[in-house]
Each structure stands twice: as structure tokens, then as C-alpha cells.
């Protein structure tokens, strides 16, 4: 079952249950399914540890609906020898609610301290 490792954590740790390497990709499933309440979403995300290894998460951060009752699994990309093994965690989940927006269309929008100040405007 996904846990917290520490009191506070933000993610909960999962652990691979299964390998299957395709061409370039490392695939680790779960055994795990979900059935997330409407509104929310669960975030994947590859564990900090990770940069110890030559492993790359495929999609960076995975989306997973609420409507998805699918196993959860993680795919890597393979750039080097290192893999997980069967019982590692390999990676951490978050479930969050989240809410439905409207996009509208204008043709102005209210100023802001930032502006458009976009990549490194806000220093180092």
C-alpha cells in the first residue's frame, strides 16, 4: 500500500510489484488501482533519489483522472544499466481536489506586480 515515509510528507511512496522492459523503457506496475473521488487528482512523480540513477520518468509528472481505473504504473526511460528492482519504491503519489475553471477570452488582462516577466525574472 502507498505510505508516507515521515510525518509531513507531502507524497506517499509506491513500490514496483512488477518489471516489463520495452525497447528503450523500463514499465513498473503497482498493483494498484484507485477510485479518486470526482474533483480530485492523483500527481506521479518520480522520487528525489532518482537523480542517483541513469532513470528518467517518461512524463516527467503523470495526471491521473478520477475517471481512470486503470493499474497505476510508472514508465521510465533506460539511458544507462541502473533499474529498480521488484520491491523498491519507485516512486510517490498526491491526491488533491482541484477545481473546474471557465476560460474565458478577453482581450486584456489586469496588471500584476510580475507582468509578463517570465523565465528568471525573478532572479537566481
Given at each position: 500500500?502507498?505510505?508516507?515515509?515521515?510525518?509531513?510528507?507531502?507524497?506517499?511512496?509506491v513500490?514496483?510489484?512488477?518489471?516489463?522492459?520495452?525497447?528503450?523503457?523500463?514499465?513498473?506496475?503497482?498493483?494498484?488501482?484507485?477510485?479518486?473521488?470526482?474533483?480530485?487528482?492523483?500527481?506521479?512523480?518520480?522520487?528525489?533519489?532518482?537523480?542517483?540513477?541513469?532513470?528518467?520518468?517518461?512524463?516527467?509528472?503523470?495526471?491521473?483522472?478520477?475517471?481512470y481505473?486503470?493499474?497505476?504504473?510508472f514508465?521510465?526511460?533506460?539511458?544507462g544499466?541502473?533499474?529498480?528492482?521488484?520491491?523498491?519504491?519507485?516512486?510517490?503519489?498526491?491526491?488533491m481536489?482541484?477545481?473546474?475553471?471557465?476560460?474565458?477570452?478577453t482581450?486584456?488582462?489586469?496588471?500584476?506586480?510580475r507582468?509578463?516577466?517570465?523565465?528568471g525574472?525573478?532572479?537566481?
Amino acid at each position: 500500500m502507498p505510505q508516507y515515509s515521515r510525518p509531513g510528507d507531502a507524497g506517499m511512496d509506491v513500490c514496483a510489484v512488477s518489471k516489463n522492459e520495452t525497447g528503450k523503457y523500463l514499465e513498473y506496475g503497482t498493483g494498484l488501482a484507485f477510485e479518486l473521488p470526482l474533483s480530485h487528482v492523483m500527481l506521479v512523480f518520480p522520487r528525489s533519489s532518482i537523480s542517483k540513477t541513469d532513470l528518467i520518468m517518461a512524463n516527467s509528472v503523470g495526471v491521473l483522472d478520477a475517471g481512470y481505473r486503470g493499474e497505476l504504473r510508472f514508465r521510465f526511460r533506460k539511458n544507462g544499466s541502473d533499474d529498480y528492482a521488484i520491491g523498491d519504491r519507485i516512486g510517490q503519489i498526491m491526491v488533491m481536489p482541484y477545481p473546474q475553471v471557465e476560460i474565458e477570452e478577453t482581450e486584456e488582462l489586469v496588471d500584476s506586480d510580475r507582468g509578463d516577466g517570465g523565465f528568471g525574472s525573478t532572479g537566481n
